[in-house]
């Protein structure tokens, strides 16, 4: 059965609730101008696609527990003015993908969009790249979340203690361990997924309150000139400019991944509609949040160099140390990590999703393996196992690195950067010299589109440039930022495997577009 339901954009018809398979006929429509075959069901409703964005994204989690650079290159002025700057500059890029999401709801994300929007003559070489890279940015993203929970479980046995010192297997082993209970629960319990979604937000909100009220009433504060205008190189880098500027790596990585329900697309129901609003006001609130307790983390921070001195390695433990006991400690950081691995399991499922558009249009070798789909779970089975073998692969460069986890994140902003950067310049492109072309859209950015977009795309490739650099000097092999080299090796064996494999097999998203339905 069939009705109609009146929102902001008109009058739309919608599906039967029974209908969960395809979804509304919007839905349905979208999937056939992009001649898709629906094969997920659509069981996540608004709240959850909203509660999805909130949780994977986890800004405020990330922001607090990776501060390391951003403090060591910018200190506590460099920190929050970068974040300032890392908010507005992010708002711009992901309205843009917010509107192309609402234009072509697809899992498949960058790759597709470059594939519809860009010039004819280079839609399937510039749409393989893209895709490439936009797997290697997921997978990226995907390992340095469990890296991180992993560590941070060191820190806390440091913190009881302060001569614990692990060889880095363990680390590695706690990894391992993180990435085993993300493959559980998203491979059995997926059919939860949507109905936990809901709830999810209670445990991104509330830790976040308590943090922030325990930051405020018991913490003893700086002043607001050490909190707001102190800023600190000791990266030793050429110039305090130069300093926060290659510090902002630790703002860039807490805003990142803002386009997670993009992603998750195909299982959204109404998701012209529901998709960018899920992706830009989760960023807004998200954004918001995170930087009410930078500040509050800024003005509980006796001692920034001491903190980055820490026998943790985490200078939010080294704060947590000044006003509360070992129990306390163990408290705090706890709360911190419970949306931190549900963030894990999300993000995992986001970029299994990803992964399996991508093979399933033959981008991947393997891909017959790789885009299998379980119907019985609703889920890409195989793409989420080889997503968790990547991050294990990863982590496995945390035995021989301590530097490991800046090269992950270096390399998450890089590749997510590149993949912004082309498919925003793809629909600035469509928007100048062929907007007829165009699919409708339920998010429209309006007469301030374009700006929106050119804006975006300026701060993206500003965000690429200052990703590869050190974070501190002189550069020694063990502090050199190895992004470059594995971004650079994935790029060309994109290239490679284009020439190879690509050129013949790879199905670019735009040879299935229907143009006649609008």
């Given at each position: 059965m069939e009705s109609t339901k009146t929102t902001a954009f008109g009058t739309r018809d919608v599906a039967s609730p029974e209908d969960e398979k395809d979804g509304t006929l919007v839905d349905q429509d979208d999937m056939r101008r992009m001649g898709k075959k629906q094969q997920f069901k659509r069981n996540m409703r608004p709240l959850a696609a909203w509660s999805f964005a909130l949780v994977l994204q986890a800004t405020w989690e990330y922001l607090i527990t990776s501060d390391n650079t951003?403090?060591?290159?910018?200190?506590?002025?460099?920190?929050?003015?970068?974040?300032?700057?890392?908010?507005?500059?992010?708002?711009f890029i992901i309205a843009s993908l917010a509107e192309m999401a609402s234009m072509a709801p697809t899992d498949g994300g960058q790759y597709h969009w470059v594939s519809e929007f860009c010039p004819r003559r280079y839609q399937k070489f510039a749409s393989y790249v893209t895709g490439w890279i936009s797997v290697l940015a997921w997978q990226a993203g995907t390992a340095s979340g469990p890296y991180l929970v992993g560590t941070i479980i060191e820190g806390l046995i440091s913190v009881r203690n302060p001569d614990f010192a692990a060889p880095g297997w363990v680390g590695t082993l706690l990894i391992f361990l993180v990435v085993l209970v993300t493959y559980v629960v998203n491979m059995y319990g997926s059919k939860l997924m949507?109905?936990?979604?809901?709830?999810?937000?209670?445990?991104?909100?509330?830790?976040?309150a308590a943090i922030l009220i325990v930051l405020w009433a018991i913490a003893p504060h700086q002043s607001a000139k050490t909190a707001f205008m102190d800023f600190e190189n000791f990266g030793g880098l050429p110039g305090m400019g130069v300093s926060v500027l290659v510090g902002q790596i630790s703002a860039i990585y807490g805003c990142l991944s803002s386009?997670?329900?993009?992603?998750?697309?195909?299982?959204?129901k109404d998701a012209g509609h529901n998709v960018p609003k899920a992706m830009f006001w989760g960023y807004i609130m998200n954004g918001i949040m995170a930087l009410v307790l930078l500040i509050a983390n800024n003005f509980a921070t006796p001692s920034v160099e001491d903190s980055l001195n820490d026998v943790t390695g985490f200078p939010f433990l080294y704060v947590f140390k000044q006003f509360t006991s070992t129990s306390g400690v163990n408290a705090l950081t706890s709360i911190i990590l419970l949306p931190m691995i549900f963030s894990n399991i999300l993000f995992?499922?986001?970029?299994?999703?990803?992964?399996?558009a991508f093979a399933r249009d033959k981008g991947l070798p393997f891909h017959r393996w790789i885009s299998k789909y379980d119907e019985e779970r609703n889920i890409p089975g195989n793409a989420i196992a080889l997503?968790?073998?990547?991050?294990?692969?990863?982590?496995?460069?945390?035995?021989?690195?301590?530097?490991?986890?800046?090269?992950?994140?270096?390399?998450?902003?890089?590749?997510?950067?590149f993949t912004y950067t082309i498919s925003i310049s793809c629909v600035?492109?469509?928007?100048?010299?062929?907007?007829?072309?165009?699919?409708?859209?339920h998010w429209d950015l309006g007469r301030w589109g374009l700006v929106v977009n050119i804006v975006g795309v300026c701060y993206c490739s500003f965000a690429l440039f200052w990703s590869f650099w050190p974070t501190e000097m002189p550069v020694l092999a063990d502090n050199f930022n190895w992004s470059i080299v594995i971004f650079g090796a994935i790029f060309i064996l994109s290239l490679v495997m284009y020439a190879v494999k690509g050129m013949n097999e790879y199905e670019p998203p735009v040879e299935s577009v229907d143009t006649n339905v609008s």
């Open positions: 951003g403090l060591q290159d910018g200190g506590l002025a460099g920190l929050f003015w970068s974040y300032i700057f890392t908010f507005v500059g992010f708002s949507p109905i936990l979604s809901n709830f999810l937000i209670v445990l991104h909100v509330l830790p976040w386009d997670a329900c993009a992603h998750m697309s195909e299982q959204i995992n499922a986001a970029t299994s999703r990803q992964t399996f997503s968790c073998i990547i991050t294990c692969l990863l982590s496995l460069i945390n035995i021989g690195s301590t530097t490991a986890f800046n090269a992950i994140i270096s390399l998450n902003t890089a590749a997510l950067m600035i492109y469509r928007k100048i010299w062929l907007p007829e072309t165009l699919p409708r859209r």
